[in-house]
């Protein structure tokens, strides 16, 4: 039991490192974006003529939450492999991460592990063509202005790529709950692992 909350304790430290890191990034990566912004918005009539209000409110917002997501993702992953590293504990979680390469498991069971794993990542690999194809749908719109075209392909992108969040999210819910897949034939090493622990 105490090694369930001890591991339940660290958990919460990584995400905890993570979400003040990734803070940071998205703080100044909103700065910077916006501080750009304003600078084309003042210094040229062309960025003008081609974006909206709503539009160059988006550039900064999305940045900033772009760069967020990244820099969460990446600093869980390193804290997780190095503890020492980030402050977080001293072995026990290098253990755990060691636990996740897997050979023999279901090619499907091993996709649902990598999407647990790299939720923002699998967001991004669908999001982006998904953003690409609709503004690519959007050029041959010729009744529309330039300024309308990117209006359109930005809200149908944000609600097509929110979809994706909202699943993956709650497939993360779903193996939150339920555990990951294990590979059955490391199950004895596994069980061996966690008697160590409790001794």
């Not at 992953?77 to 996740?100: F, H, M, N, Q, R």
Request: charged share 20%; aromatic share 10%; proline share 4%.
């Amino acid at each position: 039991m105490s090694g369930t909350l001890e591991r339940e304790t660290r958990k919460q430290r990584v995400l905890e490192v993570a979400s003040n890191e990734a803070l940071k990034y998205g703080l100044v990566s909103t700065a910077v974006a916006t501080i750009g912004t304003v600078a084309a918005t003042m210094r040229s009539q062309r960025f003008n003529k081609f974006t909206s209000l709503s539009v160059k409110l988006a550039i900064p917002i999305m940045t900033g939450l772009a760069f967020w997501s990244f820099k969460y993702e990446v600093v869980v992953k390193d804290a997780i492999l190095y503890p020492e590293k980030w402050g977080v504990d001293d072995g026990t979680l290098t253990k755990v991460a060691s636990k996740k390469v897997v050979n023999n498991m279901p090619l499907h069971h091993q996709a649902m592990n990598y999407i647990y794993d790299h939720p923002f990542q699998f967001v991004a690999s669908l999001g982006i063509p998904l953003a690409t194809t609709i503004l690519y749908q959007q050029k041959h719109n010729t009744h529309l202005t330039f300024s309308q075209k990117i209006m359109h392909s930005r809200v149908f992108a944000q609600g097509g790529t929110l979809a994706i969040l909202l699943t993956t999210m709650g497939f993360r819910e779903y193996m939150d709950r339920h555990g990951r897949f294990t590979d059955p034939s490391a199950e004895p090493v596994k069980e061996q692992n966690e008697e160590e622990e409790q001794n």
